[in-house]
């Protein structure tokens, strides 16, 4: 079968391997669609996993493929497995924890010390043709559900469990920093969770229209106007009751989410930043403005996710920009993403 391998920094090749053989507690999945996430081009640029290094959890050596938003049919059923049948569709859950470190004992499976990915640290990964993964990741969607729109649950996880960790107060004002995949996720996400107003800075002209189309209650363009003295004017002097970073762009996008705050609330640091980011501390000295991180997120969380899209409370169909295939999953997605692409996608996603 063909998969999508990372061999080094930059260099990720479509291999024939071998199907894995199904082992008692899994299902194959036919893999239906993959998403391709900021994390992918970070990991196709830096190759930060060696190849001789096997996660504790999954105990396999790279090459490794990649790919960790998808989900597809189940076309094979180990003799154990009874939750699940041929024929479904699943989103599947890549993240894994021990259950026995510090952090898992402590109630954060997401932070565990020895944390594994399907589609970073082995079995596989979304942007192959099949792969086999434990049932228990694999979560059932009813059989009318658009396949493409199940790869979206994993980021939308993510926000979800930003939202959960900026712990706003029911019809709180937001800020969402960068209008990208993970702050068009947030948006959806804060207005599914109750949120008040939404305030979204971006300066692409097609993700701010999208914002403004998926919800957002104003968009800022911070080359036109101060986004923290726009965030004070629409909540009266007060600020914003939580601010997410998810541009990673530096101080320019982390200051700015502090300065908005209110006095006592939360900044959200969502996405990856890959160089130091000089701050103002003072604002958590005489304001105790907090700021912290968010890192994935736990099964829980990706089964409300599920819900709140079965439901109708999130309907993320527009944050897909561009389908594309495997063959074009370098050129036409991740080169292209490292370039002009940022500005005009949002979510692509790869059909194997």
Request: hydrophobic share 45%; glycine share 10%.
């Amino acid at each position: 079968m063909r998969t999508l391998r990372l061999h080094g920094p930059r260099d990720a090749r479509i291999d024939d391997v071998q199907r894995p053989d199904i082992r008692p507690g899994t299902v194959r999945i036919e893999v239906a669609f993959g998403g391709i996430c900021g994390s992918d081009l970070a990991l196709y640029q830096d190759a930060p996993v060696p190849q001789d290094y096997a996660n504790p959890i999954m105990g396999e050596m790279g090459p490794h493929s990649l790919g960790h938003e998808f989900a597809g049919y189940v076309v094979e059923v180990a003799e154990d497995v009874d939750s699940l049948a041929i024929g479904d569709l699943v989103a599947v859950q890549p993240n894994f924890a021990d259950g026995t470190c510090p952090s898992c004992l402590a109630g954060h499976p997401n932070m565990c010390d020895n944390y594994a990915f399907i589609g970073i640290h082995g079995w596989g990964g979304g942007f192959s043709e099949s792969l086999v993964v434990p049932a228990d990741h694999a979560f059932k969607l009813p059989p009318e559900f658009a396949p493409e729109v199940a790869a979206l649950i994993e980021p939308l996880a993510v926000a979800w469990h930003a939202v959960n960790t900026a712990v706003l107060p029911d019809g709180g004002t937001a800020l969402v920093v960068g209008a990208g995949p993970i702050g068009l996720s947030l948006l959806l996400c804060l207005k599914a969770q109750g949120a008040g107003p939404v305030i979204v800075s971006e300066l692409s002209e097609v993700r701010k229209q999208l914002a403004l189309d998926l919800g957002a209650d104003l968009v800022i363009d911070p080359r036109e106007e101060d986004v923290a003295q726009a965030v004070l004017r629409v909540t009266h002097g007060r600020g914003a009751d939580a601010a997410f970073d998810a541009s990673g762009v530096g101080k320019a996008s982390l200051q700015v989410a502090v300065d908005s705050l209110a006095p006592a609330a939360r900044a959200v640091i969502v996405a990856g930043f890959h160089h130091d980011v000089p701050l103002d501390v003072m604002p958590f000295l005489f304001k105790e403005k907090i700021l912290t991180g968010s890192f994935a997120y736990t099964t829980q969380e990706f089964e409300a996710v599920r819900d709140a899209i079965v439901d109708g409370r999130i309907k993320p169909e527009r944050l897909i920009s561009s389908t594309i295939s495997l063959s074009e999953v370098v050129e036409k997605g991740i080169e292209h993403l490292l370039g002009d692409g940022r500005s005009s996608e949002v979510k692509i996603l790869v059909r194997p």
